[in-house]
Nanobody
Framework: QLQLVESGGGLVQPGGSLRLSCAAS????????IGWFRQAPGKEREGVSC????????NYADSVKGRFTISRDNAKNTAYLQMNSLKPEDTAVYYC?????????????????????WGQGTQVTVSS
């Protein structure tokens, strides 16, 4: 059974940092693109970042460029989102998602319609 489990969310002050993890099981992790998405109350879900199977392609939303870093460890079946210089507008539920990558090595896109499998989300709240 394919499963994605996010962790690492919480309450942090503006300017602080968090690292989200996305632990995968039940599928061949290294064949999948991983995306991070977020949804704030009353807003549509938006793509934050993505990384392809070998980590050679990454993309970021303009709103997080220079502050967030996506990575993955295929040996641990885990993807990460390092979030620095957090702002109140980063407050949202963060989700990771997986998309079977064909062909392998293609560039990733952080568009939710492209992803088949989703985690349950982790809350990130940035507030003083």
């Amino acid at each position: 059974q394919l499963q994605l489990v996010e962790s690492g969310g919480g309450l942090v002050q503006p300017g602080g940092s968090l690292r989200l993890s996305c632990a995968a099981s039940g599928f061949t992790f290294q064949l999948y693109t991983i995306g991070w998405f977020r949804q704030a109350p009353g807003k549509e879900r938006e793509g934050v970042s993505c990384i392809n199977s070998i980590g050679g392609s990454t993309n970021y939303a303009d709103s997080v460029k220079g502050r967030f870093t996506i990575s993955r460890d295929n040996a641990k079946n885990t993807a990460y989102l390092q979030m620095n210089s957090l702002k109140p507008e980063d407050t949202a539920v963060y989700y990771c998602a997986a998309d079977f990558e064909a062909p392998l090595g293609r560039q990733c896109i952080a568009e939710s319609r492209a992803y088949e499998y989703w985690g349950q989300g982790t809350q990130v709240t940035v507030s003083s």
